[in-house]
């Protein structure tokens, strides 16, 4: 009788634990909601006390940065400290990847409530652990967990609106979960084989055979999903997730289906192709309904071209410029990016890359959707190679990602490497033209940028130079240009970019004048490149000419930039990246060290926000 009892209280328990992980996961979800709203809150009523602050008038001196010390600002010196303990402290995984301590104690706090309420009840009813116990526990733990793996992958995702994740960061937690989703599989598949597979849980009845075909599924999809993978056949990796992924969730509910449980994953399956609708949906779009009026339609041949002709522009020999008219329906904020798929180049349907849009929603302009793509094999050299023909169709996704909103800052450092401009230079205009519009929204501005060459500044010129016109008083820009390409670099590039042209039968000169005979004789395509070169030289003398604006040779020391404007700002400060892991790594490495004094006595807090675009 005791041990029927115990049997009866070990399946109760078995149902219920699982549901119980659930409510530590709805508690954190709730935790990050809370924080992350009540800082965007925080924000704007910290630029509402700005904008009612009496403005400083020309000549009045300037107000002190540091104080006396202020105990009253001792919260905002322990939440800067356990910021930078959290998030830029990191622990290297290999030779090119690191995590923070925030997602190593994510990454453990999860899987040991997973593990623990697996094993808790697993010796019930003797003095060990049982195979059925915990091999039940971990088979209905494991059927709930598929809807949060399956969540954390969306691109159309609540969780980012929830938290302010961005889906770097989500798909991180989605391939940790899954990783632990298999292991709960195996544990259970392992304690089922070690109870025996008969009678109903005969490997030849069906619902065994979807069982093993989810599990083996699910170990192909995880081993095929390590970053090598992933960053070297990234189309392969596209198809074969898709694939192995849609076998393991629809053979893991006939597996789950035949013992009572299937209805626990109709969540995820109803969630999978929710987002799958609203993608083709927004394609769908932008594509069909986002034309312009039928006079305007009218001038385009086809009509179809009007969001799917766009201008493509070689910059240099591994940057390309797409320009996408914007479609009707489509608005986005600085930072944020679009997926792109490209009919004809892409090697099938699946492929779709993202590029952050460098351009800025501006209502009072008619405003075209700019990319800038660093070549590399794939997808972008293929587009690379489709600059002579200049017409490509494009499939546009989005926008996605969660872009930090710069409001309530005393001042904002924008840090970008090569093609992270792209994420920097949207933030950088948006911050500008808000405080032509709407008054001061900061104090401090400052735009750091790292270029191999001096004349990778025409891809921003004309942006650059609208900006920094009749700047409102109050507001200090500092631009700063970093070239490190040595002469030999520089002289590399234009061969190769040369080379790559000729190889494409790329005639500048019939591109400009529409006449071949010309070429070679210093009328034709030599008298185009010393044009060429004549209009760099003239657009980058215009911008370095500004009094905002200075160039440096060599790489930037972001240790001594970090900390001298960490030492001319007050308040709240913050800091956005985008480049190349060395170069997140470098910020980091700059902002991880606790401040508690220059916090009380007026010294920033740092909100830190890294775009890493090798970080797949």
């Known amino acids: ?11 109760s328990k078995t149902k219920t634990y699982p549901f119980q992980v659930w409510y530590f996961l709805a508690c954190f979800i709730f935790l990050l909601t809370i924080i992350n709203w009540t800082g965007i809150a925080w924000g704007y009523y910290r630029a509402r006390v700005q904008r009612r602050q009496p403005r400083r008038a020309p ?29 830029r402290w990191t622990v290297p995984i290999g030779q090119s990847y690191t995590v923070n301590f925030a997602d190593v104690f994510s990454t453990g706090g999860y899987i040991i409530i997973c593990f623990v309420w697996t094993l808790i009840n697993a010796a019930a009813g003797s003095t060990k652990p049982q195979p059925k116990n915990y091999a039940n526990l971990a ?29 770097d960061k989500l798909i991180y937690l989605h391939r940790m979960t899954a990783r632990v989703l298999l292991v709960l599989i195996w544990i259970h598949g392992g304690g089922r084989v070690t109870i025996g597979l008969k009678g109903k849980t005969a490997i030849s009845t069906p619902q065994i055979r979807a069982g093993i075909l989810a599990a083996v599924a699910l170990t192909l999809l995880t081993i095929v999903s390590i970053r090598p993978v992933r960053r070297k056949a990234y189309g392969f990796f596209l198809i074969v997730h898709f694939v192995l992924a849609f076998t393991f969730v629809l053979a893991g509910y006939f597996h789950a289906k035949a013992y009572h449980h299937g209805q626990y994953l109709w969540p995820a399956i109803f969630l999978w192709a929710l987002d799958r609708f609203l993608r083709v949906f927004r394609v769908a779009v932008h594509f069909i309904w986002g034309k312009k009026s039928k006079s305007e339609e009218a001038q385009a041949t086809p009509p179809i071209e009007v969001i799917t002709n766009p201008k493509l522009e070689v910059l240099s020999a591994h940057f390309i410029r797409l320009t996408i008219p914007r479609p009707r329906f489509f608005r986005w904020s600085p930072g944020q990016n679009a997926y792109l798929s490209f009919p004809g180049i892409t090697t099938h349907p699946l492929e779709a890359h993202p590029f952050t849009i460098s ?48 409001v309530g800052y005393d001042t904002a450092v924008f840090i970008a490497g090569g093609s992270g401009v792209a994420f920097t230079l949207p933030l950088f205009l948006d911050v500008i033209e808000r405080s032509k519009r709407q008054g001061l929204v900061c104090r401090r501005l400052t735009f750091v940028w790292s270029i191999r060459n001096l004349g990778d500044l025409t891809w921003i010129q004309s942006e650059l130079l609208d900006a920094l016109q009749d700047l409102p008083y109050g507001l200090t820009v500092s631009v700063r ?56 030289r003239s657009a980058v003398e215009n911008i370095l000419a500004l009094p905002v604006v200075e160039s440096h040779q060599g790489r930037v020391d972001l240790g001594k930039l970090m900390k001298d404007e960490m030492a001319l700002a007050k308040d709240v400060m913050s800091v956005n990246v985008c480049g190349s892991s060395g170069l997140a790594t470098a910020v980091r490495t700059a902002t991880q060290y606790p401040r508690v004094m220059d916090i009380l006595k007026g010294g920033p807090t740092i909100s830190l926000y890294i775009e890493s675009y090798d970080s797949n």
């Not at 009788?1 to 399946?11: D, H, I, N, P, V």
């Not at 600002?73 to 322990?78: D, E, G």
């Not at 939440?79 to 959290?86: G, K, N």
């Open 139 to 167: 088979g209905n733990l494991a059927t709930l967990q598929f809807p949060l793996v399956v969540a954390l992958a969306m691109k159309n995702n609540v969780l980012s609106f929830l938290t302010g994740f961005g889906h």
């Open 359 to 406: 351009s800025v929603d501006n209502e009072s302009k008619t405003s075209d959707l700019t990319f800038l793509m660093k070549v590399h094999k794939g997808a972008t050299r293929r587009l690379f190679n489709k600059a002579k023909a200049g017409a490509v169709r494009v499939l546009i996704d989005g926008p996605y990602s969660v872009p930090p909103p710069l």
């Open 59 to 87: 000549g009045d001196p300037e107000p002190p940065l540091r104080g006396p010390t202020s105990l009253l600002r001792l919260p905002s010196a322990l939440a800067e400290t356990f910021r930078a303990v959290s998030f």
């Open 481 to 536: 240009i970093f070239v490190t390409g040595t002469s030999d670099t520089i002289s590399a590039d234009k061969a190769d970019i040369e080379d790559d042209l000729e190889a494409l039968d790329y005639d500048a000169a019939s591109s400009s004048s529409g006449d071949h005979s010309g070429r070679g004789d210093g009328t034709g395509s030599d008298a185009v490149k010393e044009s060429s070169g004549s209009n760099t």
């Open 1 to 11: 009788m005791a041990q029927t009892t115990e049997t009866k209280k070990s399946g």
